[in-house]
T-cell receptor
């Protein structure tokens, strides 16, 4: 079965650079979630989208923005990167119409040097 | 603000033992609770999802229970195997569909 796809899987950036992370949800899933997991920490919710509209917002820095496109894929844009942004970024998808499991992608490991 | 706590933080058991992982949450107004498995540096694998109206879910050697009123869930692993070694995360879904995670229990099953 198709799973959530995230790209790239690994990304290395310098401080103050920008990064774009992409997420392709499971086919027919209409809701996308972004989570950040720092080293040794539990995942923290950043933001979610339903039908291309932001549905919930968590602890996402102002330097970050995200959107969901007409094909339901989502992109997380990160600017003015800081060392503390180094983390594993997960995308998850679900079908909003029914209470459903959030299916997680493999994550993008971002390292900021 | 929802807070999720998992006990113990780490657990080491010999192969074949039955074990219980605990999860507690402060706000009982949840939609569901999920248990995940995470291998080092890897993604999250959903193990079980319990809706707020349910009491338990079973999958193979795994059984998860939910006591919503007391804000508790347990994950029971029967006949543990070395391949079960991983970090187990409990997460609750509240308003807006966001998941709030616990800090996880790092399980080591020794051959």
């Amino acid at each position: 079965a198709a799973g959530v796809i995230q790209s790239p899987r690994h990304l290395i950036k310098e401080k103050r650079e920008t990064a774009t992370l992409k997420c392709y949800p499971i086919p027919r899933h209409d809701t996308v979630y972004w989570y950040q997991q720092g080293p040794g920490q539990d995942p923290q919710f950043l933001i979610s989208f339903y039908e291309k509209m932001q549905s919930d917002k968590g602890s996402i820095p102002d330097r970050f923005s995200a959107q969901q496109f007409s094909d339901y894929h989502s992109e997380l844009n990160m600017s003015s990167l800081e060392l503390g942004d180094s983390a594993l970024y997960f995308c998850a998808s679900s079908l909003q119409l029914a209470p459903d499991t959030q299916y997680f992608g493999p994550g993008t490991r971002l390292t900021v040097l | 603000k929802q807070e999720v706590t998992q006990i113990p933080a780490a657990l080491s058991v010999p192969e074949g033992e039955n074990l219980v992982l605990n999860c507690s949450f402060t706000d009982s107004a949840i939609y569901n609770l999920q248990w995940f498995r995470q291998d080092p540096g890897k993604g999250l694998t959903s193990l079980l999802l319990i809706q707020s109206s349910q009491r338990e879910q079973t999958s193979g050697r795994l059984n998860a229970s939910l006591d919503k009123s007391s804000g508790r869930s347990t994950l029971y692993i029967a006949a543990s195997q070395p391949g079960d070694s991983a970090t187990y995360l409990c997460a609750v879904e509240t308003s807006g569909s966001r998941l709030t995670f616990g800090e996880g229990t790092q399980l080591t099953v020794n051959p």
